[in-house]
């Protein structure tokens, strides 16, 4: 079985504190992803890495970094946390960037 | 790019039938997905369609495409409390099967026992 774990199921941050969301995955997949999901509005996606150091913007990467230095493991990087990114964000993994694999979410709040 | 839409919300009785509705903008999509997401996980790929077939069926689940009018159909059979989850439609975002899902909004799916 797939599996893609994030380091936290929940967190709660200080505005201005810099925060790092880690996600790895065991299947060897080339593609990994950082959404996040909000009530009413769905999920967006964040970034996505087609390759290790490989990296695209996604529809909302205002405010977000991320990192790729191995090919197991995608971190998403809040430079300085606001509390409008409090937020459920969700990492997935998928040889097709169509077929993918989600870990269980990190629910964020930033106060 | 590609836009999907679905209904927020639909409720059905045990062992009733379940259609969820979604509707797409973009014809080129090589792939049409179905996930699913229970309360308090991360989403679950539950089946796809190719863009050239009309239906695919995967025991309680059938898929119906309808490339005319962008329609996507995911309807489940004997719907069971288990069933209770968000439902999301997703196309590929430029088309073909390199870009990336764009998803709907989710279909909140209750089952009254």
């Not at chain 2, 329609?71 to 990336?100: K, V």
Request: one cysteine or more; aromatic letters at 12%.
């Amino acid at each position: 079985d797939v599996k893609v774990t994030q380091s936290s199921r929940y967190l709660v941050k200080r505005t201005g504190e810099k925060v790092f969301l880690e996600c790895v995955q065991d299947m060897d997949h080339e593609n990994m992803f950082w959404y996040r999901q909000d009530p009413g509005l769905g999920l967006r996606l964040i970034y996505f890495s087609y390759d290790v150091k490989m990296k695209e913007k996604g529809d909302i990467p205002e405010g977000y970094s991320v990192s790729r230095e191995k090919k197991e493991r995608f971190s998403l990087i809040l430079e300085s946390a606001s509390t409008n990114q409090t937020s459920m964000y969700l990492c997935a993994s998928g040889r097709s960037r169509g077929e993918q694999y989600f870990g269980p979410g990190t629910r964020l709040t930033v106060t | 790019g590609e836009d999907v839409e679905q209904s927020l919300f639909l409720s059905v009785r045990e062992g009733d039938s379940s259609v969820i509705n979604c509707t797409y903008t973009d014809s080129s999509s090589t792939y049409l997905y179905w996930y699913k997401q229970e309360p308090g996980a991360g989403l679950q790929l539950l089946t796809y369609i190719f863009s050239n077939m009309d239906m695919k069926q995967d025991q309680r689940l059938t898929v119906l495409l309808n490339k005319k009018d962008k329609h996507l159909s995911l309807r489940i059979a004997d719907t069971q409390t288990g069933d209770s989850a968000i439902y999301f439609c997703a196309g590929q975002n430029y088309g073909g099967s390199q870009g990336n899902l764009i998803f709907g909004k989710g279909t909140k799916l209750s089952v009254k026992p």
